[in-house]
């Protein structure tokens, strides 16, 4: 940052921000949805602390740049779970980018999780993305991931296909998976975040136990999907078995990637509080695209 950069004024959920907030979304984020969308990612209740929205102003009522910090419970290993502050919906108002904003803004998140009792913050990136370079920077680790584009349109599903209860979907996500993963605590929970309930979304199992989430809705930045590529050792084998292909999903196993056309990502971990050191980066990651908010 140059010594001329104006210090801007840091807010911690300012009263009634919400709306200028998601207004900024709209206005800055292509593609974020709308007060729907805004509830489910920063609103709902996930069985963890609520989101935090951080912005920066001019001093004055004019948003600069913002950022949420929403939380999850992390399993990592044996009885182990962590609380994570995941850093999401950041934006910053075009003539203010490539001041630092989002830099200081990741700064803040840090002493802001830490205050919550987080262990460590995450964040979602794509390689492309321009918020990249200052993740990496503030980052201590990183996990590759990579994004599996949904698409292709609806099709219908396979009709001997049968469609798993919520519970087993449930049970299955937490039993079966490699890697650190979040912990959801109820299948209510559950299937709300992985959008099981809604109606764009299929879960079928084909013949011969493999499963997988056929379409799922289109959800503010992205398409949500519950895809456990542990549990689906195939996917083109799942695709093939329910007729249908290019399922939605984020991966974090090198074994799915080279198997599916996909975009190259990262998962980045970033120390929370001011001294506090980084705690031990899992070998492995058990991440989807629905864990994001
Ligand atoms: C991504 C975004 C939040 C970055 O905000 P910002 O306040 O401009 O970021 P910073 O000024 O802190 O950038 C720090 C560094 O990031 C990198 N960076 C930021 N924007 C970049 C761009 N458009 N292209 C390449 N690198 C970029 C640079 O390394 C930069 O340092 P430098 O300016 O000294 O070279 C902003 O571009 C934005 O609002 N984009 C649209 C919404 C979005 O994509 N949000 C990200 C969600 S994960």
Redesign the pocket.
């Known amino acids: 940052m140059e010594a001329s950069t104006p210090a801007w004024n840091f807010l911690l959920n300012p009263p009634g921000v919400e709306r200028a907030y998601l207004e900024a979304l709209q206005r800055?984020?292509a593609g974020w949805g709308g007060h729907a969308e805004f509830v489910w990612w920063f609103r709902r209740p996930v069985g963890a602390p609520a989101a935090d929205l951080l912005v920066l102003t001019t001093g004055g009522d004019t948003l600069v740049?913002g950022a949420a910090v929403t939380y999850r419970r992390l399993g990592v290993g044996s009885e182990r779970q962590e609380l994570a502050g995941i850093v999401t919906g950041?934006?910053?108002a075009p003539q203010?980018?490539?001041?630092?904003?989002?830099?200081e803004l990741i700064e803040r998140a840090r002493r802001v999780a830490g205050g919550r009792g987080a262990t460590l913050l995450l964040a979602f990136?794509s390689a492309e993305?321009?918020?990249r370079?200052?993740l990496a920077k503030a980052s201590f680790a990183e996990a590759e991931g990579w994004h599996i584009p949904g698409g292709g349109g609806e099709t219908p599903p396979d009709r001997r296909a049968r469609r798993p209860s919520n519970a087993d979907l449930h049970r299955w996500f937490h039993e079966n998976r490699v890697g650190a993963g979040v912990d959801y605590p109820t299948v209510e929970i559950f299937a709300e975040q992985a959008l099981l309930n809604h109606p764009l979304t299929r879960v079928a199992e084909a013949p011969g136990g493999l499963w997988g989430v056929l379409a799922a809705a289109r959800s503010g930045g992205g398409t949500q999907a519950v895809i456990a590529e542990e549990l689906m050792p195939d996917p083109m084998a799942v695709a093939a078995a329910l007729g249908v292909w290019r399922l939605p999903a984020y991966t974090t196993d090198p074994v799915v990637a080279a198997k599916v056309p996909c975009t190259r990502s990262y998962v980045f971990g970033i120390t929370v509080g001011e001294e506090t050191p980084p705690p031990p980066w899992p070998a492995r990651w058990a991440l989807h695209m629905m864990d994001r908010a």
Do not use: K, V
Not at 96 to 103: P, V
């Open positions: 800055h984020f740049a950041a934006w910053t203010y980018r490539r001041r630092g904003c989002f830099s990136c993305q321009p918020a370079a200052p």
